[in-house]
Nanobody, 115 residues
């Protein structure tokens, strides 16, 4: 399964961005989907938010009240709506799909927040 992300870019502090992730197969009913972020090469991936196959969501503390994970089952697309962005949100953001040992990653999309 390939995960194709889009929507990253440069935004000013306080602005908003919406990231999208489209899997090459219909996996929302079998896999939990998540967004992770990474500060730089070799750094650990940090969970941002996860949406389970039953629709439950989970957020990192820094993402609560600012970010919203959602999915459009009809269009097979996962989203991450980010608002009130801060310079410390500057990272590469990755889409992730997981079901037990069956794990897939997207190629990443850069989000840069200027002060």
């Amino acid at each position: 399964v390939q995960l194709v992300e889009s929507g990253g870019g440069l935004v000013q502090s306080g602005g908003s961005l919406r990231l999208s992730c489209t899997p090459s197969a219909n996996i929302f009913s079998t896999h939990s989907m998540a967004w992770y972020r990474q500060r730089g090469p070799g750094k650990e991936h940090e969970l941002v938010a996860r949406i389970f196959s039953d629709g439950r969501t989970l957020y990192a503390n820094f993402a609560k009240d600012r970010f919203t994970i959602s999915r459009d089952d009809a269009n097979n697309t996962l989203y991450l709506q980010m608002s009130r962005l801060e310079p410390d949100d500057t990272r590469v953001y990755y889409c992730n799909a997981a079901r037990y040992q069956d794990v897939y990653w997207g190629q990443g999309t850069q989000v840069t927040v200027s002060s």
